[in-house]
């Protein structure tokens, strides 16, 4: 989805507890940190990599990749040098521990890129420049250490899909052969890198928008074939559709999104899948506006977090219904194995889910 819809400035209300806790997380909220990026020309991270309660890495505007080994009581600005000299937009990265990560930055033509660091981002390398103009690059997601896929909107009617099996070191286009024909004006949000997302050895989920219906679409072949689903989350507009998919494993699901435009209603901002995607049920509560990211929270069965420019919502039952957590904006949330969650966003945004 062009990046420039995505960069409109929103005005929100600041972080504070909400009086409505949620079950699960009775008495946990934002715990802000501080990223030395709070200034008026401040970096948006809209990429997250939540590795541990201790470490986490963030990505975002004008290059900037920062990590945290120390539960965000520090941060180290590990930033690719060519892509703060040219103002990349680092939308999504994927951490595999607080040394090894890959980042993806957006754009058409050779904005779209994969970077890769084996050092904890002391040095970078470029493992994937796009060079097809008609690409552009929204999303990326791994099965494991070593198998992972990215993901472009349509080119010749098709989504476009890079595959590594290497880690990150090295990426291939695949075959288009198996990938349902896009619908007009169909395309994926880089609004938190959750467009695309991975659960066990084989399965990735990949939600859409812009389109007259917003869709997820299922492989279970790590990309070589799909079957697509409607969701229940309003489409029909270049600005609506699923933002973010979470699947707790592959079969239960979650699809956050709406309308992000500032003040426009998005009603039906959630839903729910018991069958690995292949049906979705609208949330019976769902979040109150639109919602750029979601996470799972693995000490909660059915517990899972949503996060916007207006708030963070938590579920209890798994999508059915969902209650205000928290007043103030976030792009994106991530939580690790351990029961550390993170989010990040505007204004150099960063903060981990504590007990006040």
């Known amino acids: 989805m062009c990046a420039a819809a995505l960069l409109v400035a929103t005005a929100v209300a600041p972080a504070q507890a909400d009086s409505g806790e949620a079950p699960g997380l009775r008495g946990a909220g934002w715990a802000v940190k501080d990223t030395g990026q709070a200034a008026a020309d401040a970096v948006r991270f809209r990429g997250l990599a939540a590795v541990s309660r201790g470490t986490a890495w963030l990505a975002g505007s004008k290059g900037r990749v920062l990590r945290t080994g120390d539960g965000g009581r520090s941060w180290r600005d590990v930033s690719p040098p060519a892509a703060v000299a040219e103002g990349l937009e680092l939308r ?3 951490a595999f521990d607080g040394r090894r990560a890959v980042a993806l930055s957006i754009g058409e033509g050779e904005a779209s890129r994969v970077l890769r660091t084996e050092d904890g981002g002391a040095t970078w390398t470029e493992a994937f420049r796009n060079t097809d103009p008609r690409a552009f690059y929204d999303c990326l997601t791994f099965f494991d250490s070593r198998h ?17 099996d290497d880690g990150g070191r090295s990426w291939r286009v695949m075959p ?7 619908l007009p004006g169909e395309a994926g949000f880089a609004a938190s890198g959750q467009c695309l997302t991975a659960s066990g050895p084989r399965d990735v989920w990949l939600a859409t928008g812009g389109g007259p219906t917003a869709r997820v679409l299922h492989s279970a072949d790590r990309g070589l074939t799909w079957r697509v689903a409607d969701s229940t989350v309003p489409g ?13 494993d ?13 003040g426009q209603p998005s009603p039906r901002a959630a839903a729910r899948s018991g069958d690995a995607g292949r049906s979705w049920t609208q949330a019976a509560t769902p979040p109150p ?6 996470a799972w929270y693995p000490y909660g069965h059915g517990t899972a977090l949503a ?16 209650r205000p957590l928290e007043a103030g904006s976030f792009d994106t949330v ?15 945004r960063a903060a981990r889910l504590e007990r006040r």
Do not use: H, Q
């Not at 992972?148 to 590594?164: N, Q, Y």
């Not at 507009?237 to 699947?247: C, E, I, K, M, T």
């Not at 592959?250 to 500032?262: C, I, P, Q, S």
């Open 236 to 248: 029909g507009d270049p600005a609506r559709g699923v933002f973010a998919l979470a699947f707790r």
């Open 289 to 294: 506006a639109y919602r750029s990211g979601a």
């Open 307 to 322: 996060v916007g420019p207006t708030g963070t919502d938590v579920t209890t039952d798994a999508g059915r219904t969902w």
């Open 148 to 164: 992972g896929l990215a993901v472009s909107d349509p080119v010749d009617g098709k989504f476009r899909l890079l595959a590594t």
């Open 250 to 262: 592959r079969t239960t699901g979650l699809a956050v999104g709406g309308d992000y435009r500032t």
């Open 92 to 94: 999504d990265i994927e």
């Open 334 to 348: 991530d939580c690790a194995a351990d029961g550390g969650c993170w989010a990040a966003g505007e204004k150099g």
């Open 176 to 182: 288009d052969a198996g990938m349902p024909p896009a």
